[in-house]
């Protein structure tokens, strides 16, 4: 299909579709790389790998976009994403060395396969976490590492108590595998990890994923630009496209609702996963 564009037109489209995925990476906290590597492979026709680079310097884009307004408007944990970027990191590398050696349907299969995962945790039931009046009690390690906080909401500041921090941290080292061998930032495993087991409210999991998610992607971009899948002419429009809809999705997100964030990220998300499993078991990517 690229073929048929010229190179500016080219462009033109695919910042147009970051621009979108930019949007919908910074009020999920999934950082718009699930929805690039579909958009860029079946609706482009990019090399897989490719658009898995591509996407990974998109997701360090959005973060670095979006993260800084979101930690100004006091919503992000820096102490929870400090403590398990630790985790995202050393999996980021592994996950990224793994990838060289599977193929590309395999890539196409697992990806939307937690796609699918993804899509039905969120659309399951309300986190337990944002159901109004209800405060969690002490985790000894939450306590011990200073990781409760607070974040505004309509009637003002609302604390709440981070748990289950081991199982977290555990959860995350798979988001990092997962990033590093789907060139996405894993802020699916990442939002699900916080917002369902350590029980942090839907928005701070949002907004702590898209402060952890470009230090994850960097971890494993190296990697990817050693083995000459990083394409500057792929990578600038994606990456231009995703910066400009992280920060309007970061203004969007402080009067979004949780309810109505949780369904279009649930209809978006499962729609993607079907048509990347079913192009990788008709034999789309080679």
């Known amino acids: 299909m690229m073929a ?26 999934l950082g718009g790389g699930v929805v690039l590597i579909p958009m860029l492979t079946l609706g482009f026709g990019v090399d897989i790998r490719y658009a898995m680079g591509a996407s990974l310097v998109s997701v360090i884009a959005t973060s670095s976009g979006a993260a800084a307004a979101f930690v100004r408007e006091g919503y992000t944990n820096i102490r ?25 349907s395999w890539i196409a299969f697992i990806l939307g396969l937690v796609l699918l995962h993804a899509a039905y945790t969120s659309l399951r039931s309300n986190s337990p976490a944002d159901l109004a009046g209800e405060i969690a009690a002490h985790d000894r390690f939450s306590r011990a590492l200073h990781l409760d906080g607070t974040y505004p909401t ?9 748990q289950s921090v081991p199982a977290g941290f555990a959860l995350m080292g798979v988001a990092g595998i997962l990033s590093g061998l789907l060139g996405i930032g894993s802020g699916v495993i990442k939002v699900l990890a916080m917002d369902r087991v350590m029980k942090l409210p839907f928005k701070v999991s949002t907004t702590t994923s898209n402060f952890m998610i470009g230090v994850t992607a960097a971890a494993s971009a190296g990697i990817y630009l050693g083995k000459g899948y990083i394409d500057p002419g792929l990578s600038m429009p994606v990456m231009l496209g995703v910066l400009a809809g992280s920060l309007f999705g970061a203004k969007l997100l402080a009067n979004a609702p949780v309810k109505q964030l949780r369904l279009l990220f649930g209809i978006v998300i499962a729609a993607l996963a079907i048509e990347m499993i079913y192009n990788s078991l008709t034999g789309r990517f080679q």
């Open 4 to 29: 048929a564009l010229s190179v500016l037109s080219f462009s033109l489209l695919v910042a147009a579709g970051s621009f979108a995925a930019g949007v919908a990476g910074a009020m999920t906290g």
């Open 80 to 104: 929870v994403g400090m403590l398990l970027e630790i985790a995202t990191s050393l999996g980021a590398i592994l996950g990224a060395v793994i990838a060289v050696w599977v193929h590309p």
């Open 154 to 162: 309509d009637h003002g500041m609302v604390a709440y108590h981070v």
